[in-house]
């Protein structure tokens, strides 16, 4: 058990609902990416935030966005959804220092958009 | 930015024997180069490290080795065992990066 929970698990939904997929990272750990993953693209990273502001953001779409709470959980928001936007969405956290960037993955969320 | 490519994609390898996964980066001030192991329905799980100030490290049958110069790692797993079967992904961070770029992932399968 990495420490970071993501959910939920699995998630089934139409083309052009929109849906949000919740991280807490490990205790102590400041960041949270988030990466997705799909069988032709490997793992795409998103987005990071760090101590609730943003702080790097990958190939993210507009119709994506995410923030960071004060209690340090974390939100990913997909709306208009596409049946492209089907894939494994993961949260990974970390102290994020310099000398200190190991970063640990939940178990992912499933999106499955029919 | 960073790009990262990993070889092989697939990778067969009796039980016992040793495998070898190699990465190249582009990014010549990326100084933190993570492997991550994926099981099927899972998330990645962090299994080793290395860091540009350090040319090899090892953890029991798993080692890492960094050439700087050449900007390329590899991924050493000695006696494997069915249980290493999983889809190995390599990463590397730093310089203007502050998040880990993956290379495409190698599926690793142990015969028994």
């Known amino acids: 058990d990495s420490g970071v929970t993501q959910t939920p698990k699995h998630l089934i939904t139409a083309t052009g609902q929109r849906v949000t997929l919740r991280c807490s990272p490990r205790s102590g750990d400041l960041s949270v990416y988030w990466y997705q993953q799909s069988l032709d693209q490997g793992l795409q990273f998103l987005i990071q935030y760090y101590n609730g502001e943003e702080r790097a953001k990958g190939n993210i779409l507009e119709r994506f966005s995410a923030q960071q709470f004060p209690d340090l959980h974390s939100e990913l928001n997909l709306s208009s959804l596409e049946l492209g936007d089907s894939a494994l969405y993961f949260c990974?956290?970390?102290?994020?220092?310099?000398?200190?960037?190991?970063?640990?993955f939940g178990q992912g969320t499933r999106l499955t958009v029919v | 930015g960073e790009n990262v490519e990993q070889h092989p994609s697939t990778l067969s390898v009796q039980e016992g024997d040793s495998a070898v996964i190699k990465c190249t980066y582009s990014d010549s001030a990326s100084n933190y180069f993570p492997w991550y192991k994926q099981e099927l329905g899972k998330g990645p799980q962090l299994i080793i490290d290395i860091r540009s100030n350090v040319g090899e490290k090892k953890d029991q049958r798993i080692a890492v080795t960094l050439n700087k110069t050449a900007k390329h790692f590899s991924l050493h797993i000695t006696e494997t065992q069915p249980e290493d079967s999983a889809v190995y992904f390599c990463a590397a961070m730093g310089g203007s990066a502050r998040q880990l770029t993956f290379g495409s992932g190698t599926q690793l399968t142990v015969l028994p």
């Open positions: 990974a956290s970390s102290v994020a220092t310099a000398k200190n960037t190991e970063a640990f």
